[in-house]
């Protein structure tokens, strides 16, 4: 557990952009799917992106267009680029191993997004 380390978050204006990264080791980042995910103000966790070991990436509808995933297999890396931002994609965003051999989370970067 908490073996997923995050970076990237900050401040950025409306329609900035940010890249967000996260690291983890090998055996986690091999057999498993990662995934972003997302926690507002007074809101739930929401699913952000996912992409499998293969390359296959999923998107919420309300990022589509606009954010990113993808995996760097040398670097045991996954990267979520953000562009086109909004105040609404204000929130902690945590980087996740989604299994299926590792279910794990990172402790969290804040993204704020002022208007």
């Known amino acids: 557990q908490g073996q997923l380390l995050e970076s990237g978050g900050g401040f950025v204006s409306a329609g900035g952009s940010l890249k967000l990264s996260c690291r983890a080791p090998g055996n986690i980042f091999n057999d498993n799917t990662m995934g972003w995910y997302r926690q507002a103000p007074g809101e739930q966790t929401a699913m952000v992106a996912t992409?499998?070991?293969?390359?296959?990436?999923n998107y919420a509808d309300f990022v589509k267009g606009r954010f990113t995933i993808s995996r760097d297999n040398a670097q045991n890396t996954v990267y979520l680029q953000m562009d086109s931002l909004k105040p609404d994609d204000t929130a902690v965003y945590y980087c996740?191993?989604?299994?299926?051999?590792?279910?794990?989370w990172g402790q969290g970067t804040q993204v704020t997004v002022s208007s």
């Open positions: 992409i499998t070991t293969g390359g296959r990436t």
């Open positions: 996740a191993s989604d299994g299926p051999t590792v279910i794990d």
